[in-house]
């Protein structure tokens, strides 16, 4: 089987391409395939057209997505929408075109309204208005189901969507300005230790909560949905509202998650909030029921995995 890994250098499609690999080497007969950006801008109709009729992938993986914090969508929300929606169209399609019957498409959990009960169920989409500092990418990512669940439903592809809560572990970003919070918290909080600063200042009031998944969960949870058989997934899902939720299920508030951090990262100074910049949404937690019930759960605990994060991030050289 050819499985096709679009987004295999980014923190998710590198977790799940090494779990692949786990898989070949314990003997699975798979051909990962792969491209970097500079091999294959997926945001070009015609070059992924042409690399699909070339290598004719058995499965596709969609893991690509040009992501970012609560500063990148505020500043680039042109960017976001633009190529997350031509990524998707692009590969989903061509997909199709090409004969792949199975994909994975991976999204995000701001999808949802940004006042959506908690935890927030899969059948809360398009009930309530987006989170506004993230709504493009989210309207990028909502489509992106939405293609899934139409070529499904019109060509009878059997095309999946997780939407992950967020996300950390090795191999992610670690921009002082474009990256998330628990990446950009620990880079803060190892520079201020190193620099022998008495505080760290952090966005917001620290009140919000948030719901943190470590990426090898991710990645394992991915390929369980991937290979779950047509019926029990067709069983726990409906053809217009067929999305799955990926999460531990449980929130802490940012506040809660800079302290952890600044334990991990031993930094004993002060820790202020600066509450005249934006807190996003005040709650993200996802239900992971429809998932939990076909036997799926998170195993990583959130200090363990941020000791995760950190040493890799101790490890590599991801500064500049």
Not at 255 to 265: D, V
Not at 274 to 285: A, E, F, I, S, Y
Request: glycine share 8%; hydrophobic share 40%; net charge negative.
């Amino acid at each position: 089987m050819k499985i096709y890994i679009a987004g295999h250098r980014g923190m998710v499609g590198g977790a799940i391409l090494r779990q692949l690999e786990a898989r070949k080497a314990e003997g699975a007969e798979i051909e990962l395939i792969t491209r970097t950006h500079a091999d294959l801008d997926l945001t070009d109709q015609a070059a992924v057209a042409s690399f699909f009729e070339t290598e004719r992938p058995d499965l596709v993986i969609l893991a690509a997505a040009k992501v970012g914090g609560i500063m990148a969508n505020n500043t680039y929300p042109a960017q976001f929408i633009y190529e997350n929606l031509m990524m998707e169209c692009n590969v989903i399609h061509q997909a199709y075109a090409s004969g792949v019957t199975r994909l994975l498409q991976l999204g995000s959990s701001c999808i949802y309204p940004k006042f959506a009960e908690q935890p927030m169920r899969e059948d809360a989409l398009l009930t309530g208005t987006l989170e506004p500092t993230n709504e493009p990418y989210a309207i990028a990512k909502i489509a992106g189901i939405k293609l899934c669940e139409s070529y499904n439903r019109q060509y009878g592809t059997d095309y999946r969507s997780v939407m992950p809560t967020n996300l950390y572990g090795p191999g992610d970003n670690f921009h002082p300005e474009n990256s998330h919070v628990v990446p950009a918290l620990i880079r803060r909080f190892h520079e201020a230790k190193e620099d022998g600063q008495a505080e760290v200042v952090i966005w917001g009031t620290g009140t919000p909560y948030r719901e943190f998944l470590h990426v090898d969960d991710m990645a394992a949870a991915s390929l369980f949905v991937l290979d779950l058989d047509k019926e029990t997934y067709d069983a726990n899902t409906d053809p217009m509202l067929s999305h799955i939720n990926v999460g531990t299920g449980q929130d802490v508030t940012i506040s809660e998650l800079a302290q952890t951090i600044a334990k991990i990262t031993d930094f004993d100074g002060q820790i202020r909030f600066d509450t005249t910049k934006p807190d996003g949404t005040p709650r993200k937690l996802m239900d992971v029921s429809r998932l939990a019930a076909m036997g799926w759960m998170a195993s990583i605990g959130l200090e363990d995995g941020l000791r995760d994060a950190y040493k890799w991030f101790l490890e590599n050289d991801v500064r500049g």
